[in-house]
């Protein structure tokens, strides 16, 4: 039986002993928390002191290389580093500038090591000075036993990608850091493809599970790319999938260049993410949870269902040695049959669920939002807590468009009895259920979670004949299940939900709704937003997330 080879730097020679007997002539899978990622990570955390978005390591990691690396905190490297990714720039630089220098960093050896460093030379000599492999080695316990819960699942990536394209890599190396995100991306050089990307040392296996899919993601690129060298040429005519999507996308298609400034790169992301998704229900992670993830990554990657439903096929028609190099024709003439470019908009909202991101994409296209809060409520009191909440809000909105694109839309803030009938066309947040927000009370019948009232009060129930293909899923302790349409929603006094739809007044608008069962679950969904799903129901000791679609027909 194939095993994962895990790496762990040796503290004298600074090369990677094997856990695990493997043989010479087989593909390898190695892992390893990277000492040369590690090094720029404890170097960034020192930057910005323990406090920035892309810090990801437990506290009691973080206070370990404040205190440690504590001398060294106005080293140059750190000056380096604090100017480089400085904290005032957009989130997409700074996240860019990380994966690229992320790349560098792994094909090298341990800097120290190193000659001819250029503009990382302060980081060598930081990690001489401060002996930062006596602060690795210390938490080398640590760092295994998270590679080791991802190991096993890694063990047959070699053999499928041999069984599907016909070739393997001779080794396949996941390069994480522990305490920064790195946005994860695949290189390959000669016979090796690299996985570089971040750990995420949490204890829910739903976090695990979706960093396991994520590394098939990323090792799977390279023979994607190779397949696709030979057989783009029967895909080409199908690039309205892509120019849909930057018509309904206009911002988030233009902001991430990386998947789709060419249909190329863009049908290289949803064949691997689709193969990603085949790898995971073959190495044994739970179908709900493929499920869910599909769901949530069909916001970009709107076929990538059907694109899994035809490795599936293909799995069950193959014949000996047959390759999807063989299928491709094939998979490219159903891909024509799906859509059209008469009907590729029809397709895509039958594909796409509405999120909170379409919104949010919409929001920024347009520049303007407006943010409706309540003024029914018998307590005036109420009344004046949800415009605090509004208010709340507003600041929160600005601060993250800034962070993330560098500027803001123009955000409003109006009452419910002062929108006009032009207004109501616009994007729309709503703050308050339909006690308290008239605006939220005249679409309640339409929200696919709505609010009820019997004898014992207000309730949420799910309203699924006003979408289609609605998908609930509770979240527990980090697992994932999917729930039938007919359970009850508890009730606690604390419930919220966020949920979004398609304007009615203006169908290529959104409407946002914050509302809550009491003004304090409002301002509570408002502060615990998820916009990657249709919906969240959040209070008390309940998390429910869920997905629909709204199309015609």
């Not at 080293?75 to 630089?93: G, I, Q």
């Not at 938490?139 to 080791?148: A, C, I, P, Q, R």
């Not at 929001?363 to 409706?372: L, S, W």
């Not at 007044?505 to 069962?517: D, E, M, S």
Request: net charge negative.
């Amino acid at each position: 039986m194939k095993k994962v080879v895990i790496l762990i730097v040796s503290l004298m020679l600074l090369s990677p002993f094997l856990i695990g007997a493997t043989q010479a002539q087989e593909p390898q899978v190695l892992i390893e928390i990277n000492p040369n990622l590690e090094l720029f990570s404890v170097v960034y955390i020192l930057a910005f002191n323990g406090s920035d978005p892309f810090i990801i390591a437990p506290q009691d990691y973080v206070q370990d290389v404040l205190t440690y690396f504590a001398p060294y905190k106005e080293h140059e490297a750190v000056k380096y580093v604090r100017k480089v990714f400085n904290d005032s720039l957009p989130y997409y630089y700074g996240d860019n500038s990380i994966g690229v220098l992320s790349s560098r960093l792994v094909m090298l050896s341990y800097l120290p090591n190193e000659t001819n460093l250029g503009d990382l030379k302060p980081l060598a000599e930081f990690a001489s000075e401060s002996n930062f492999m006596k602060f690795y080695n210390a938490h080398k316990k640590g760092y295994l036993e998270y590679t080791s819960r991802i190991a096993p699942y890694l063990e047959n990536v070699p053999e499928l990608h041999r069984k599907f394209f016909g070739f393997t890599y001779q080794e396949y190396r996941v390069e994480l850091s522990y305490s920064i995100r790195i946005h994860p991306h695949a290189i390959f050089r000669g016979e090796t493809a690299y996985c570089i990307g971040y750990a995420y040392p949490n204890k829910y296996r739903a976090q695990m599970f979706q960093q396991i899919t994520t590394i098939f993601h990323e090792l799977t690129h390279p023979v994607i790319a190779e397949f696709l060298r030979e057989n783009f040429k029967f895909f080409e005519n199908k690039s309205y999938y892509l120019y849909e999507l930057k018509y309904e996308k206009p911002t988030m298609t233009t902001y991430d260049s990386t998947h789709y400034s060419s249909f190329g790169m863009y049908l290289n992301e949803i064949l691997t993410d689709s193969f990603a998704e085949y790898l995971a229900l073959k190495s044994g992670l739970p179908q709900e949870f493929i499920k869910f993830r599909s769901l949530r990554m069909s916001i970009g990657l709107y076929p990538i269902q059907d694109f899994l439903g035809e490795y599936e096929h293909f799995e069950k028609i193959r014949k000996e040695n047959e390759t999807l190099f063989d299928y491709a024709p094939i998979i490219a003439e159903h891909m024509g049959k799906w859509a059209t470019p008469e009907n590729i908009s029809e397709y895509l909202k039958m594909k796409i669920p509405i999120t909170g991101i379409w919104a949010v994409n919409r929001i920024k296209y347009m520049g303007e939002v407006i943010i409706v809060y309540g003024t029914q409520n018998p307590d005036k009191s109420g009344t004046e807590y949800d415009r605090e909440t509004a208010e709340e809000y507003k600041r929160y909105l600005e601060k993250s468009f800034i962070w993330y694109y560098g500027n803001s839309p123009e955000i409003l803030i109006k009452a419910d009895v002062n929108l006009t009938d032009e207004d109501l066309k616009e994007n729309l947040i709503l703050i308050g259920g339909p006690v308290a927000n008239n605006i939220t009370r005249g679409l309640n019948e339409k929200l696919p979670i709505n609010f009820v009232q019997d004898e014992d009060g207000w309730s949420l129930k799910r309203n699924p004949s006003v979408v289609k293909d609605f998908h609930a899923f509770l979240i527990t302790n980090g697992s994932i299940m999917e729930l039938s349409l007919n359970s009850t929603i508890p009730y606690d006094e604390s419930m919220g939900v966020l949920q979004t739809i398609r304007n009615p007044w203006n169908g290529r608008n959104f409407i946002i709704v914050f509302a809550g069962l009491t003004r304090y679950g409002t301002r509570s969904i408002s502060k615990n937003q998820d916009f990657t799903a249709s919906y969240k129901i959040f209070g008390g000791n309940y998390t429910e997330l869920g997905f629909y679609k709204q199309y015609k027909g």
